[in-house]
């Protein structure tokens, strides 16, 4: 393939992934689902012309955790805190947790007892399944009412966080002792006290840069400082989301020598900027990832018996759980929350990197395609099917 076909090719994706998102903002069919379709179609076309068999599943790990930090960090920079959010912040972390908790542990004693393995590897296969998707709920969320879509941006946000600190525990622990909890806790401690640190930093950093490039700069700092910690077995991703809700409420903060020092003149307009970077990033970063996780997906493996009885074992155990929850727990609407779990980005990230130890025959990447596919799909139906209602519920008002 020659340069400029390979430009022509590149572009043209970038293009048909904005007319994709157009397109589903009209028709409330996520873009992802799209995406995947796209992928498994220009699969078939590279299949059909005789080109050679390319694998880039070896780039989907770095492309998906750059576009995950942006994604929450878009997401982040919308959220404007005050008191009275504080209630609905909790119910959000509370039900991001035991929603969690219980779908991974549910999830894995079945994965145990359908094919024997080793309970360790159970719960680490499980997780994936179990994370709600920022990257796909929090846009999907944009036309609901504002409460409900800061609900669902506070809790796929912090089921991100929560569903790596889970994984990587899970990973790390074979046996569980009350050692492993302490170290998990300092862990934890020690990540949010680097993230005020690093948020104090980098915003007196922006104030004071001078340079025509100041955004990506910015960016490039907080994906090293998320690598760095990653690598240090740290949660960076709670720094992402601690940085983004203190620019979005810096200017808030109720400190006089804080705003002296660190809100500079320029700073609602740079805000402004980095902002639309990131969502602009992320749009591009994401487009590649659900296309090459698409044009990776062998379409033979979808049509295993075995694959789609656990599949539909898997998916009835999410919208239970969830249903239980949040009718009877926090006592919210079911309509359109219980919808509102997708799984995507962050799932497939974790999946691909379970360790060839843990690795259980049976769950593929065809059964977490399946689930990736069918939780978009009932999102959007439900998405839908509340549209309807709440446009018949006005007519009944007039």
Not at 75 to 101: D, P, Q, W
Not at 180 to 188: A, N, P, R, Y
Not at 356 to 374: D, E, M, Y
Request: net charge neutral; hydrophobic share 55%.
């Amino acid at each position: 393939m020659s340069t400029y076909t390979a430009l022509i090719a590149l572009s043209s994706l970038v293009i048909f992934s904005y007319l994709f998102d157009l397109l589903s903002k009209r028709i409330r069919v996520p873009s992802v689902i799209l995406l995947l379709f796209s992928g498994i179609g220009l699969a078939q076309l590279a299949s059909y012309f005789g080109l050679a068999e390319l694998n880039f599943f070896q780039i989907l790990p770095a492309l998906g955790t750059v576009g995950l930090i942006l994604i929450v960090f878009e997401g982040s920079l919308e959220l404007k805190y005050s008191r009275k959010k504080n209630v609905l912040i909790r119910k959000a972390f509370l039900s991001a947790l035991f929603i969690l908790l219980l779908t991974a542990l549910t999830v894995a004693l079945i994965m145990q007892y359908l094919t024997g393995a080793d309970f360790q590897a159970c719960v680490v296969n499980a997780i994936p399944f179990s994370i709600i998707s920022s990257a796909i709920a929090i846009p999907s969320a944009g036309n609901i009412h504002k409460d409900k879509k800061e609900f669902v941006v506070y809790e796929s946000s912090f089921s991100d966080i929560l569903g790596i600190i889970m994984f990587d525990f899970a990973v790390a622990n074979s046996k569980l002792a009350f050692s492993s909890f302490v170290v998990l806790g300092s862990e934890i401690i020690t990540v949010l006290l680097i993230s005020v640190l690093f948020s104090l930093l980098l915003l007196y950093i922006m104030g004071r840069l001078k340079h025509h490039i100041k955004f990506f700069l910015i960016i490039a700092i907080l994906i090293l400082v998320y690598a760095s910690s990653h690598l240090l077995h740290l949660s960076p991703l709670i720094l992402v989301l601690v940085f983004g809700l203190f620019l979005a409420n810096a200017g808030s903060i109720p400190f006089g020598l804080f705003q002296r020092k660190f809100i500079y003149p320029k700073f609602k307009e740079d805000f402004i900027q980095l902002f639309q970077l990131s969502r602009e990033s992320a749009f591009l970063l994401k487009t590649f990832f659900f296309l090459i996780f698409g044009f990776g997906i062998q379409l033979e493996e979808l049509g295993s018996i075995d694959m789609l009885i656990y599949g539909s074992i898997i998916l009835g155990v999410i919208y239970v759980i969830r249903g239980l929850y949040l009718k009877f727990v926090i006592r919210l609407e079911l309509i359109p929350e219980l919808f509102l779990t997708p799984r995507g980005l962050i799932s497939i990230l974790l999946f691909f990197s379970i360790p060839a130890n843990l690795k259980i025959p049976g769950v593929s990447t065809a059964l977490l395609f399946f689930i990736v596919l069918a939780t978009s799909v009932v999102m959007t139906l439900g998405l839908v099917f509340t549209s309807h209602t709440e446009a018949l519920e006005e007519v009944i008002d007039e």
